[in-house]
């Protein structure tokens, strides 16, 4: 069987989604006997939903572990909980959709917990030595959307990890290092790739 595991575009003032990057070098690997599809997600709210259900036609994976940025997070963030609100806050979405206060899907359940591991996956990855933690919100976003969707509309198990910027992106979104100025936090690419890996070996453990 597939595993599925997505990224997301760069969005916002972001150059690159570290996310992306990581579906792109797990896809064709085999991980836990399974064969990773990685699949790189539009960010904007009305796609995701048709992107996602034709994947999952497509590749009938075991589980989904899907995966976006949140710039500024200190860990790989394994998300417990997506809620049925769009609201794009000060963010548009790549089509310039900025939702603000709406249900994802009228009639349905307010939120769903995650049916992948997740605390199961927050302790892999720290006994691996990558700094992780559980996330009890994913925002309102297109993440938060993907996982919501993912769970109301499909029977597979499924889960969302935000992931840091790379040092490279936080270097790119530093604003004035020189002059005593802000540097988000940062993991290093192949601790991400590692982490997400770590992240579906749990989910079909
Ligand atoms: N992060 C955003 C959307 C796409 C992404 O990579 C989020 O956290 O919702």
């Given at each position: 069987m597939t595993l599925l595991c997505t990224g997301y575009e760069p969005f916002g003032?972001?150059?690159?989604n570290p996310s992306r990057q990581v579906a792109r070098e797990l896809d064709g690997e085999t991980v836990a006997g399974h064969e990773v599809v990685g699949a790189v997600l539009p960010v904007e709210f009305d796609r995701v939903a048709d992107e996602l259900a034709a994947l999952i036609d497509e590749h009938d994976p075991a589980a989904v572990v899907a995966t976006g940025l949140a710039g500024g997070r200190t860990t790989v963030s394994v998300e417990r909980v997506g809620i049925n609100v769009d609201d794009a806050v000060t963010v548009p979405d790549n089509a310039d959709d900025s939702p603000h206060d709406?249900?994802?899907?009228?009639?349905?359940?307010d939120a769903h917990l995650a049916t992948i591991p997740v605390v199961e996956s927050v302790e892999a990855l720290l006994d691996a030595g990558i700094p992780a933690r559980v996330s009890n919100t994913a925002g309102t976003h297109c993440c938060n959307h993907a996982l919501y969707i993912l769970l109301e509309n499909h029977d597979v198990p499924a889960g969302f990890v935000h992931l840091p910027l790379t040092p490279a992106g936080a270097v790119d979104e530093a604003e004035a290092p020189t002059r005593g100025g802000g540097v988000q936090a940062s993991l290093p690419l192949s601790l991400q790739v590692e982490g997400v890996r770590t992240v579906l070996e749990t989910a079909v453990a």
């Open positions: 003032d972001h150059d690159t709406e249900r994802i899907v009228p009639a349905g359940a």
